[in-house]
C-alpha cells in the first residue's frame, strides 16, 4: 500500500507560490493531488515541472473546500494510499515536516490513542515565532507547551493545511461537510471526530509555513497586535459556520463560548479598523443572520 499522499485545494492560485509548495512537497510525500475549484486559468505545464508526479482533478465550478478536499481524497483512497496530508496552496512544508507528523501519529496508535489527525506548528511568513496547540478552557485558550521536537499534545482542532489524516479514519468518522463551503470545514470534523471518541495531536517538531488571511494591518491596543485582513464575503462565512457549528450537539460549550466572544472581538475591531467598514460588517451580520436561520451552502450574491 502506498503511504502518503497531498491533496492540495486551489482556487486561482498564484501559480509561483503553488510551484514553490509542490516542489518542497515532492520530497516530502509519495503523492500529490491537486483539486482545482474551477480556476480561470491553471498552468498544468509549471505544475507538472514543479512536481512531476502530480495528478490534477479539475473542478467545472467552485464547489468549496470541503467538497474539493472530499474529492481529493476519494481519489486518494482510489489509487491506494494510507494518509492523506491536506494542504492549502500557499502552504509550505518545511523539511522533515511529513516524516514527524507521521512518526507522531504511528507513536500515538502504537501507544494505543484513537487518533485522528496530526497537524504542525505554524509559521507566518516572515516571522520566527511558531504557533502553539490549544484546548478549550472556560476563561479561554488553554495553551499546551511543547516540551520538545519529539513531543506530541492533545489540541481541540487543527486547521486543515499540514493535517495528516488516516483514511480509514475518514471513512469512520465521515467526510468533510462540503454545505460549509469555506470556514470551519476543518474545525468541525475534528469536534465530530473527537465526539466519536478518536484524538487530534499536535507535532511539536513538524512546521508548516502558512499565511492565516489575504494581507495583515497592524493596530494599537495596548500593544502592537495583528489583524489577518479578508475579503469581506469570507466574514459571511466565518460568521454563519461559527454559528451553524456551535448548534452542533457535539460542540462543547466552552467551544462555543469562547467563539461568541471571539464573533464579537471581530465585530468590535473591524467596526473601528476596518477598511472596508460597510462591506466587512454588512457580511457579518448577513452571516449571523444565515446562521441562525440554519443556512448553508456556497454564498449567491455577487
Same mark, same amino acid.
Given at each position: 500500500?502506498? !503511504? /502518503?499522499c497531498a ?6 492560485p498564484? /501559480? &509561483?507560490a ?5 516542489? $518542497?512537497?515532492r520530497?516530502?510525500v ?6 482545482d475549484?474551477?480556476s ?9 515541472d514543479?512536481?512531476? $508526479?502530480l495528478?490534477?482533478?479539475?473542478l467545472?465550478e ?5 467538497a474539493?478536499?472530499?474529492e481529493?481524497?476519494?481519489?486518494? !483512497?482510489?489509487?491506494?494510499? $494510507?494518509?492523506?496530508?491536506l494542504?492549502? @496552496? ?19 496508535? $502504537?501507544?494505543g490513542?484513537?487518533?485522528a ?6 509559521r ?12 478549550? &478552557?472556560?476563561?479561554? %485558550?488553554r495553551?499546551a ?11 481541540d ?6 493535517s ?6 475518514v ?7 462540503e454545505?460549509?463551503?469555506i470556514? @470551519?470545514?476543518?474545525t468541525e ?21 502558512? =499565511? ?7 493596530f ?8 489577518? %485582513?479578508?475579503?469581506p ?5 466565518i460568521? =454563519? ?5 456551535s =448548534? ?13 466572544r ?12 476596518? =477598511?472596508?467598514?460597510?462591506?466587512e ?5 448577513k ?16
Amino acid at each position: 500500500m502506498k !503511504r /502518503i499522499c497531498a491533496v492540495i485545494v486551489t482556487y486561482q492560485p498564484d /501559480i &509561483g507560490a503553488l510551484s514553490t509548495s509542490l516542489a $518542497a512537497l515532492r520530497t516530502e510525500v509519495d503523492g500529490v493531488i491537486v483539486v482545482d475549484n474551477g480556476s480561470s486559468r491553471i498552468e498544468e505545464g509549471r505544475l507538472m515541472d514543479a512536481c512531476p $508526479a502530480l495528478t490534477l482533478r479539475k473542478l467545472e465550478e467552485n464547489k468549496g473546500v470541503g467538497a474539493a478536499q472530499n474529492e481529493g481524497i476519494a481519489l486518494a !483512497r482510489s489509487l491506494g494510499y $494510507a494518509y492523506v496530508l491536506l494542504m492549502d @496552496q500557499d502552504s509550505v512544508p518545511h523539511v522533515g515536516m511529513v516524516e514527524r507528523l507521521r512518526n507522531a501519529l504511528e507513536g500515538l496508535q $502504537a501507544a494505543g490513542h484513537k487518533v485522528a489527525c496530526v497537524g504542525p506548528r505554524v509559521r507566518l511568513p516572515g516571522s520566527p515565532d511558531l504557533s502553539s496547540f490549544c484546548t478549550m &478552557g472556560w476563561l479561554g %485558550r488553554r495553551y499546551a507547551p511543547c516540551t520538545g521536537a519529539n513531543a506530541a499534545v492533545e489540541c481541540d482542532a487543527l486547521i486543515a493545511s499540514g493535517s495528516l489524516i488516516p483514511l480509514d479514519v475518514v471513512e469512520r468518522v465521515g467526510a468533510m461537510e462540503e454545505a460549509l463551503f469555506i470556514d @470551519q470545514v476543518d474545525t468541525e470534523w475534528c469536534l465530530r471526530a473527537r465526539s466519536k471518541g478518536y484524538r487530534v495531536y499536535g507535532a511539536c517538531g513538524a512546521v508548516l509555513e502558512h =499565511r492565516l488571511g489575504e494581507t495583515a494591518q497592524r493596530f494599537w491596543a495596548g500593544r502592537w497586535r495583528r489583524l489577518p %485582513r479578508h475579503r469581506p464575503f469570507r466574514y459571511y462565512y466565518i460568521f =454563519r459556520n461559527t454559528i451553524l457549528v456551535s =448548534r452542533r450537539k457535539y460542540t462543547s460549550m466552552k467551544w462555543i463560548l469562547f467563539n461568541a466572544r471571539w464573533l464579537v472581538t471581530l465585530l468590535v475591531l473591524y467596526g473601528l479598523f476596518a =477598511r472596508d467598514r460597510n462591506g466587512e460588517l454588512r457580511m457579518m451580520f448577513k452571516g449571523t443572520l444565515h446562521g441562525f436561520k440554519g443556512v448553508s451552502g456556497k454564498l449567491r450574491e455577487p
